[in-house]
Each structure stands twice: as C-alpha cells, then as structure tokens.
C-alpha cells in the first residue's frame, strides 16, 4: 500500500509550501504517539480525588484561532485554562495578529495538558496543528477536529457508513482506521443515541494525538471536557476569542492601520 502520508492530493504547490511541508515533515519525527507525563487519569472515569493514584489532572488547556469578520488578515489567539472537575475557566488570554499569509487548510500552525482545535496525527501529512504545538512547547497535545481531512482512504461518506452502521450505535466513539492499517484517530459524537433518533443531524468531532499521549488517553479526556458537542476547553477558547474580537474591533483597526 506504501506510505500512506503519501496518499494525499496532488495538486500543484508553491514553493513556500513546500518549505512548510519540510519543516512539517522534520518535525514529524519527534512525535511521541504514547502517554509521556507525570500526572494520572481518574481510574474510573469521574474527576474525584479518590479515583486517582498519584498527582491529579487538575487542569486542561484549550486554544484557537478566530478570524476578524470585517478583516480577514486579523486573527485572535486565545488560550484558555479549566478545572477538570467543574469544567469552569480558570484563566484566559488574547493576542490579537494581522497575518501576512492567508490560511492554507493543512497549515494552521502551562504545564499540564493543551487541547487545540485543529487535527493532529489525523492530517494529510500525519501532523495537524496539534502535533506542531504539541512539539514546539513540548507539551501533551490532543487534537479536536470538527472536519475530517481525507487521509489514507478515509472519507467522509465512509465515516458517515461507520456511524450509520449498526454495530456501532451503541459506542460513544469509532476509531478511524485508514486503508493501509494505520489507526488514525477517533469519531465522537456526544449523545449518540439521541442524534441518531434524527435522520442527518449527526456532528461528529474528529479526535486524534497531538504529541506525548496515547489516543486511548485522549479519547478519555476528551469525554471528561464535554458539556456540549465540542469538549469545553476548545468551546470557551472559540466564544471568548470571537467574542474579544468584538468587543476590541474599534481599537483592533485602528491599531493595524498604522
């Protein structure tokens, strides 16, 4: 089957992206795919003191990108920081950009843990978002998809048949296992029961490893982080950035016409 990194469109690219994809693909060799940190996860899933063993998983960070409505070269960064157990934001931060290269899909480039809304091994290179981040601060990464990238035969009317099928509607979770055997990442869908009561209403998220943990792990963390379809690092991260934006358009523009 060869390499299924390989396997992805061949449309005609610029030299600068060629650059990026050299840079993707030198960093790509240190992703570690396994649990590399010191704290431990709940021993049966809640967040209470006693299911854990040694140093609790106290907090989980969550970062995005929102694009200025009336700009588009303007971005807000933003970070924010919850308390696994109530799911309330602890802290949160802006940096407001103007970019100087427009988004190109595949190149969207504390302490404990970092969840990004971007793909990370689940990407037509095998290094989303979340696995850069993830190796750049050398931190654990999980990567939170809301669309999938057609990789190694996966397509989204193929996944759509997983989920539909009936052997799989009673998990929370399918893994995604592309043509060449490689086990890319995961599909969640959050009560899945319930929204498969209504015909197409189905809105997965696409779960995959960023860097330094295991996709079994990821998967199990990303089920303590979700109030709402998306888990809620990812979700306060995406509202508190849009909204940022909003609130500051008046100075942003004035700040960027200089």
């Given at each position: 089957m060869?390499?299924?990194?390989?396997?992805?469109?061949?449309?005609?690219?610029s030299?600068?992206?060629?650059?990026?994809?050299?840079?993707?693909d030198?960093?790509?060799?240190?992703?570690?795919l396994?649990?590399?940190?010191v704290?431990?996860?709940p021993?049966?899933?809640?967040?209470?003191?006693?299911?854990?063993?040694?140093?609790?998983?106290?907090?989980?960070g969550?970062?995005?990108l929102?694009?200025?409505?009336?700009?588009?070269?303007i971005?807000?960064?933003?970070l924010?920081v919850?308390?696994?157990?109530?799911?309330?934001?602890?802290y949160?931060?802006?940096t407001?950009?103007?970019?100087?290269i427009?988004?190109i899909?595949?190149?969207l480039?504390f302490?404990?843990l970092?969840?990004?809304?971007?793909?990370?091994l689940?990407?037509?290179?095998?290094?989303?978002?979340?696995?850069?981040l993830?190796i750049m601060?050398n931190?654990?990464t999980?990567?939170?998809?809301?669309n999938l990238?057609h990789v190694?035969?996966?397509?989204?009317s193929?996944?759509?048949q997983?989920?539909?099928?009936?052997?799989?509607c009673a998990?929370?979770h399918?893994?995604?296992t592309?043509?060449?055997?490689?086990?890319?990442?995961?599909?969640?869908?959050?009560?899945?029961?319930?929204m498969?009561?209504?015909?197409?209403?189905?809105k997965p998220?696409?779960i995959s490893?960023?860097?330094r943990?295991?996709?079994?792990?990821?998967i199990?963390?990303?089920?303590?982080?979700c109030?709402?379809?998306?888990p809620?690092?990812i979700?306060?991260a995406?509202i508190?950035s849009?909204?940022y934006?909003?609130?500051?358009?008046?100075?942003?523009?004035?700040?960027?016409m200089?």
């Open positions: 060869g390499d299924p990194f390989l396997q992805i469109d061949k449309i005609p690219i030299s600068e992206q060629s650059n990026w994809i050299e840079a993707q030198s960093l790509k060799r240190n992703i570690v396994e649990d590399d940190f704290w431990t996860m021993a049966n899933g809640s967040g209470t003191e006693e299911s854990f063993k040694g140093e609790k998983l106290r907090f989980i969550g970062v995005d929102s694009f200025s409505k009336d700009d588009p070269s971005a807000c960064g933003s924010v919850v308390n696994l157990d109530s799911l309330n934001v602890v949160d931060d802006f407001v950009v103007q970019l100087h427009p988004y899909p595949g190149f480039a302490r404990e970092l969840m990004v809304d971007g793909n990370g689940l990407h037509p290179r095998g290094f989303g978002l979340a696995c850069h993830g601060a931190l654990p999980i990567g939170i998809g809301k990238h190694d035969g996966l397509t989204q193929g996944v759509k997983l989920i539909e099928a009936k052997e799989n998990k929370d399918i893994t995604l592309g043509n060449s055997g490689h086990v890319w990442g995961a599909v969640r869908e959050i009560d899945i029961l319930a498969r009561s209504t015909e197409g209403s189905s998220i696409f490893t960023g860097h943990i295991s996709l079994d792990t990821c199990k963390v990303v089920k303590m982080c109030k709402y379809r998306v809620e690092p979700r306060q995406d508190r849009r909204s934006l909003q609130k500051h358009a008046g100075a942003i523009k004035k700040v960027h200089q």
